[in-house]
């Protein structure tokens, strides 16, 4: 007869060391609709070493849209382009500015 093994040996719910519960800045795209078929597109949680001015410049450039830098005091710096970008915002995130594709939240619709 067979000893039934012990199951207390592995604890499923103990802490593995994964990083996962801490937050990891990520960069949220989000598309907000405006009236009628315009829509904005923003992208927030850029990393600081970047500078937004010039991203803005680039993105306006690459896109055709006009965009600007609104300042929030929870989320603070946020891009706002017009239209939706979403896609194209995050291929240039991770294309240019070498950002891991994790990172980046793309929400709406």
Known sequence: M???QNLNAFD??????D?????????HIRIQQRNGRKTLTTVQG?????DLKKILKVLKKDFACNG???KDEEL?????LQGDQRVKV???LTTQL???KKNIKIHGF
Do not use: H, K, R, W
């Open 46 to 50: 850029v990393p600081n070493e970047y």
């Open 2 to 4: 067979s000893t039934i």
């Open 68 to 70: 600007n830098i609104v």
């Open 19 to 27: 990083s996962e519960a801490q937050p990891t800045n990520y960069i």
């Open 90 to 92: 995050s291929e240039f």
């Open 98 to 100: 070498q950002l891991p």
């Open 12 to 17: 499923p719910f103990a802490d593995t060391g």
């Open 76 to 80: 603070g710096e946020v891009i706002q």
